[in-house]
């Protein structure tokens, strides 16, 4: 018998755009111990966002041999492995998941043309050709983004731009497949991880199946793409040879992958229907769980099937969350790092003296489609110093954030009664107070936000064994502290709020002319 019930953990491996976490996470979902190694994004111009997926295995493998030498949990305790990662990615492999190009990732906006030539037309409904944009919606929930930046989007570049490696490749994988299939030898996806490739009929989430109509219109064959198996189910075991690499016991079960939305929602501690939770990492969303299958065409969000088997949750994004922040650092050169920030950003007024930052720094998918606006500060004049220029990126997410809840509510009919904060932002007690203020919510922080994702591919795990229900989990999860919206800083930020709204009409038909 491998461990006991009250000592078995799962090794969980988050792979986000700035390098994998793995953590040890016990079946209260506890983190034991946790590891992140950094990896390289390259930006290459022209909308070209890649990175070496031996760089991701080398940085994985590197902290899940310090978390699992360290972690004090004997191998024989470590009974699963689950992996979540950065979604709406592309890693094109041949027959036995060998990567021929670089992973094309979520922030990769090349193949818009393409995707423009594949659903627009003359006469058309949001930019899409009305019968296509019909099947796409009732069979999959959502359409290929005119931005290209989804999977379908890297495919259609490939095909166009790197024809050699779209003949070689025998499939299109997620990253978090991609891994899966190195860590067991089996190339598959999860109904939840395959949706935004939007090829797959999901009306019925017993049977998610791939749509024979979608592949045609993109010119696909579904042999160009993995198998599919059911949400949180058991894929295989660890391979020998990195069992014995990462230190792993022989025969460790691996489960379906997740993308970091999915595994998210599932560690929120916001798993009932229309219980809201925000993430906030290098890029954000407002999310909840769903009873029915909704599409809001107009704001590009859609209710998807969510790692837990036989349910939807609400998917839309924020292209730059905490990346805004990690911009100031690393491209601005503003703050040496991120204590810096917030040191900054306390020592100026809520309001920043009337400064707005946009953070659109790599165009918006929620709730505008628009990979051609672009960020800025608004409002400088001789007397803004740094500290205004700081907090008022950190209000600029926070505002968008309040964007993104307006018509997420629109969306569920209903307002949402506080807010599960995640993600490396929520440890921020200033941007928790800011978003509760701008939002006009309380905002809940859950107990170990920066691990949320992890703490969910724990939970994926563990439903996929058998060893938990729903319930179980969701009271698992603790919330540290609630904050409160502040009546007069509210009153400040009314206002600048719909000045916000205002910027973005303002300035898309100049940034559509200066990107388009």
Known sequence: MRGTMGNEHVLAIDLGTGGPKAALVDRSGRITANEFEPTPLELLGDGAAEQDPDAWWDAITRAVRRVVDGGGVPADEIVAVSVTSQWSGTVAVDDVGHHLYPAVIWMDSRGAPYVHDLVSARVNVAGYHPLRLK?????????????????????????????????????????????????????????????????????????????????????????????????????????????????????????????????????????????????????????CHLPTKRTDLLHNQAALPSAVPGRYFLANEHEVGGGALLWLRDQAGMVRDLDEANELAAAAPAGSNRVIFTPWLNGERTPVDDHTIRGGWNNLSLTTDRADLVRSVFEGVAYNSRWLLDVVEKFVKRPLDGLNFIGGGATSDLWCQIHADVCDRVIRRVAEPQHANTRGAAFVAWLALGQHTLDELNRSVTIEREFRPDPTARATYAPLYREFLKIYKANKAIHARLNG
């Open 135 to 287: 099947a796409w919606i009732q069979k999959t929930g959502g359409i290929p983004s005119h931005s290209g930046k989804d999977p379908i989007g890297h495919i259609l570049w490939l095909r166009h731009e790197r024809p050699d490696v779209y003949r070689a490749t025998r499939y299109f994988l997620e990253p978090c497949d991609y891994l899966n299939a190195r860590l067991t030898g089996r190339i598959c996806a999860s109904y939840d991880s395959i949706v935004a490739h939007w090829l797959t009929d999901n009306r019925d989430l017993s049977n998610v199946v791939y749509d024979a109509e979608l592949l045609a219109l993109c010119g696909l064959q579904e042999s160009q793409l993995p198998p599919l198996v059911p949400s949180a189910s058991v894929v295989g075991e660890v391979l020998a040879d990195v069992a014995a690499d990462w230190g792993l016991a022989p025969g460790t079960k691996v489960v379906t992958a997740t993308g970091d939305v999915h595994s998210a929602v599932v560690g929120s501690g916001a798993l009932g229907d229309f219980e809201g939770h925000l993430y906030m990492g290098t890029s954000s969303w407002l999310s």
